[in-house]
């Protein structure tokens, strides 16, 4: 046989082989996209079987569940000047940065919220333990569902003049811990660069993950910088709470990137890519 007729009947078994081992994910971190039909077809093709949506209340009616994905709709809240950051569509129809309360609990009644999310405090310019968002915590507590806050940075152009890094610090969310102990609650983009402290929030309190939305997108963080913050978390114990998200990134970039951490067990990245997230997405 030739040279190339081998190469090419290997070549055939590697593609194979990258197909058969396509991963199983649950994303946690969601917005909308102005091409919604696309967006998730992309997240299917990725391998994603469940994902958490949040976004205006209007775009989130665009999300629905069907044969190979399911859906989890959101509540954003905390919307500077009534706005989803970035995009600057309005949160509400009313134009309101908080949902009323009453309408928000009839709505995780009839199963159109699945979980409070993105809260948006940093960017409101505001504590994520501030008694304007008590309400809500108290809903999600009652009804067993998650909360998931904003922290860490953000990008150029989002639009929010309150915007603080201070306020991107997880620890901030220990007063709401305490406030409500059944409370389950996740630190998106894993709190970098507030790295230690959102461990020791983590390490803690037994309710509090994180997803790793963000940090994995090598277009925003360095992948040396992803392996490092990685290696923390995993040696800090911390590999049955973390959940992955791409917050709109390149699904294959980032799974790309996980893949390359060489000293993540094939049990360990599974706990990532979804039974992390189905554990605790579940009531
Ligand atoms: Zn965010």
């Not at 077809?41 to 205006?56: C, F, H, N, P």
């Not at 037994?206 to 923390?232: G, H, L, T, W």
């Not at 917050?247 to 360990?268: A, H, M, R, V, Y």
Request: net charge negative; aromatic share 12%.
């Amino acid at each position: 046989m030739k040279p190339t007729a081998l190469l090419l009947i290997y070549l055939s078994f590697c593609s194979l082989s990258a197909q058969e081992k396509k991963v199983k994910i649950f994303d946690v971190h969601l917005h909308g996209d102005p091409k919604p039909t696309e967006q998730i077809q992309k997240l299917k093709d990725g391998g994603v079987y469940k994902v958490a949506i949040s976004t205006s209340w209007n775009s989130q009616e665009t999300y629905q569940s069907d044969k190979e994905i399911q859906v989890l709709q959101g509540l954003m809240l905390g919307c500077p000047n009534g706005k989803v950051p970035y995009s600057g569509q309005f949160c509400f129809d009313n134009q309101k940065d908080f949902p009323d309360v009453e309408w928000v609990e009839k709505q995780i009644q009839s199963k159109k919220i699945d979980y409070i999310g993105e809260v948006l405090s940093q960017y409101y310019g505001i504590s994520p333990s501030d008694s304007l968002f008590y309400p809500y915590y108290k809903l999600a507590e009652k009804h067993k569902i998650p909360v998931g806050i904003h922290t860490g940075l953000a990008g150029a152009g989002h639009g929010s003049p309150n915007f603080k890094v201070s306020l991107g610090n997880p620890i901030l969310m220990e007063d709401l811990l305490i406030e409500f102990p059944n409370l389950k609650v996740w630190i998106m983009h894993a709190g970098a660069p507030f790295l230690e402290d959102a461990i020791a929030l983590m390490t803690y309190y037994p309710n509090v993950y994180a997803d790793i939305s963000v940090i994995s997108n090598p277009y925003i963080f360095n992948p040396s910088e992803f392996r490092r913050i990685m290696n923390r978390l995993i040696d800090g114990g911390l590999e049955d709470k973390l959940m992955f998200g791409t917050d709109n990134g390149p699904i294959d970039k980032i799974i790309e990137n996980i893949e390359s951490l060489e000293f993540l067990t094939q049990e360990q990245k599974e706990k990532i890519y979804f039974t992390n997230a189905e554990t605790f997405f579940s009531n």
